[in-house]
């Protein structure tokens, strides 16, 4: 008699059948930036360990800080938060001619409008700025240093030194065909690598057999 009249819910969701798969559209944190930087170089600081959410926006490497408000009257302590002020800003990019949609820190801002613009903010080649881009700023980065203005760029700055120019191209399609370890290392160096196999035994051996050789 009163079901009629029972307010019905309004997020109900239709039952399906019982299926042990996971969703398709469902991805976690660690899938989602895998796919996101499947083809570019990797990070040198990685993923954020903590503040996870830093790895989608530029929020130069601010995050949550813990601390206490205190009484004036009793001095009583009590746990309190401070998040960084994030906001949705549409910033012109000059490398791509188009508005990019990111999460961006009022601190970023500042810095931002004081370099000169986001492709200067992205290009910055500070150990601190690599540092602070976070993964989303180095996609940015990586998106913006293979247009071909900003390749022009860095050929004229080469040539003001008196280097040789570099076809990015060729230099791209010689990094794919380079095994995954060997990316970001030069390769004159990886000859002179130990293998894991090798004993610290077997290494001062020879070298002791090298020096009475060579006297």
Same mark, same amino acid.
């Given at each position: 008699m009163f079901s009629a009249l029972r307010p019905r819910c309004l997020h109900a969701v239709e039952s399906r059948a019982f299926s042990t798969s996971t969703r398709l559209s469902w991805k976690s944190h660690k899938n989602a930036l895998a796919e996101a930087h499947e083809n570019l170089p990797p990070y040198p600081h990685g993923p954020a360990r903590w503040y996870k959410q830093s790895d989608k926006g530029l929020y =130069?490497?601010?995050r949550v800080r813990f601390g206490n408000n205190v009484s004036k009257d009793t001095e009583t302590k009590s746990r309190r938060t401070w998040h960084p002020n994030i906001m949705r800003k549409s910033l012109f990019s000059k490398a791509l001619n188009r508005r990019i949609r990111v999460r961006v820190s009022t601190r970023v801002l500042?810095?931002?409008?004081?370099?000169?613009?986001?492709?200067?903010?992205?290009? =910055?080649e500070k150990s601190a700025r690599i540092r602070e881009l976070g993964m989303e700023g180095w996609?940015?980065?990586?998106?913006?240093m293979a247009t071909k203005s900003v390749q022009d760029r860095f050929n004229m700055q080469r040539v003001a030194l008196g280097l040789p120019q570099v076809d990015y191209a060729a230099l791209a399609l010689e990094t794919a065909e380079m095994p995954?370890?060997?990316?970001g290392q030069n390769v004159e160096d990886s000859e002179f690598l130990v293998e894991e196999d090798q004993d610290v035994e077997e290494i001062a051996s020879t070298g002791a057999e090298s020096k009475e050789i060579g006297a």
């Open positions: =130069g490497g601010q500042r810095t931002i409008d004081k370099v000169g613009g986001l492709d200067e903010y992205l290009l =910055g996609r940015l980065r990586c998106i913006v995954p370890e060997l990316i």
